[in-house]
């Protein structure tokens, strides 16, 4: 079946760690996507990727970085430099054409130690 | 400044019932508005979409509808179903820079009451 993997689904960090969640998808989707939930908030964009080798900045991309090697893995890294890093962490990918739905993972719960 | 807004943080409805999901945006260039439902704990799924050249979308028990002119868009369910408690997201759809993005509104905590 063709579909998203995210993984861990629970992860925990001290402080000053990076950490790395894993977001894969096996849909021959271009373009793949993470976001950030917060409780009582929507879904905030982190980074985007439209092709390989290529993405952008979303609207909270401060402390995070990405990768686009492969065209089914996009990487996400919490860096140190996120200040509250706490929240559920969601990757999504699309056809990348108009009016084509996004297909999420089930996401990575970060916490703090 | 949050471009869609889903005003009503829950909505309970008795099952069998009509339930109504609401959702107003902002921007009037917007090209594609989606529904997605939610489950704790796992990814939104995707619901239903309309284009912005159409008011009236329908699968199933699901019906979109888009008044654009009042910038609103609204998700019929019926009958309601115990298993359509879920929270639920309303998505417009748009491109920046030739780059397509998803704008989420905050979403709405639907409980059907058996």
Request: glycine share 8%; net charge positive.
């Given at each position: 079946?063709?579909?998203i993997?995210?993984?861990?689904k629970?992860?925990?960090r001290?402080e000053?760690?990076?950490?790395t969640l894993?977001?894969?998808?096996?849909?021959?989707?271009?373009?793949m996507?993470?976001y950030?939930?917060?409780?009582?908030?929507?879904?905030?964009?982190?980074y985007?990727?439209?092709?390989?080798?290529?993405?952008?900045?979303?609207?909270?991309?401060?402390?995070?970085s990405?990768?686009r090697?492969?065209?089914?893995?996009f990487?996400?890294?919490?860096?140190s430099?996120?200040?509250?890093?706490?929240a559920?962490y969601?990757?999504?990918?699309?056809?990348?054409?108009v009016?084509q739905?996004?297909?999420?993972?089930?996401?990575?719960r970060?916490?703090?130690? | 400044?949050q471009q869609?807004?889903?005003?009503?943080?829950s909505?309970s409805?008795?099952?069998?019932?009509?339930s109504?999901l609401?959702?107003d945006y902002?921007?009037?260039?917007?090209?594609?508005?989606?529904w997605?439902?939610?489950?704790?704990?796992e990814?939104?799924t995707?619901?239903?979409?309309i284009?912005?050249?159409?008011?009236?979308n329908?699968?199933?028990?699901f019906?979109?509808f888009?008044?654009k002119?009042?910038?609103?868009?609204?998700?019929?369910?019926?009958?309601?179903?115990p298993?359509d408690s879920?929270?639920?997201?309303?998505?417009?759809?748009?491109?920046?820079?030739?780059?397509?993005?998803?704008?989420?509104?905050?979403?709405?905590?639907?409980?059907v009451?058996?």
């Amino acid at each position: 079946d063709g579909g998203i993997t995210q993984s861990p689904k629970y992860l925990f960090r001290k402080e000053g760690q990076n950490v790395t969640l894993s977001c894969e998808q096996n849909l021959n989707h271009d373009a793949m996507y993470w976001y950030r939930q917060d409780p009582g908030q929507g879904l905030r964009l982190i980074y985007y990727s439209q092709i390989v080798n290529d993405f952008q900045k979303g609207d909270i991309a401060e402390g995070y970085s990405v990768s686009r090697e492969k065209k089914e893995s996009f990487p996400l890294t919490v860096t140190s430099a996120q200040k509250n890093p706490t929240a559920f962490y969601l990757c999504a990918s699309s056809i990348g054409s108009v009016g084509q739905p996004q297909h999420f993972g089930d996401g990575t719960r970060l916490s703090i130690l | 400044d949050q471009q869609v807004k889903q005003n009503s943080p829950s909505l309970s409805v008795q099952e069998g019932r009509i339930s109504i999901l609401n959702c107003d945006y902002t921007n009037s260039m917007f090209d594609y508005f989606l529904w997605y439902k939610k489950y704790p704990a796992e990814g939104p799924t995707f619901l239903i979409s309309i284009s912005s050249i159409k008011d009236k979308n329908e699968d199933g028990r699901f019906t979109v509808f888009l008044n654009k002119s009042a910038k609103h868009l609204s998700l019929h369910i019926v009958p309601s179903q115990p298993g359509d408690s879920a929270v639920y997201f309303c998505a417009a759809m748009g491109t920046t820079s030739g780059t397509y993005k998803y704008i989420f509104g905050t979403g709405t905590r639907l409980k059907v009451l058996a």
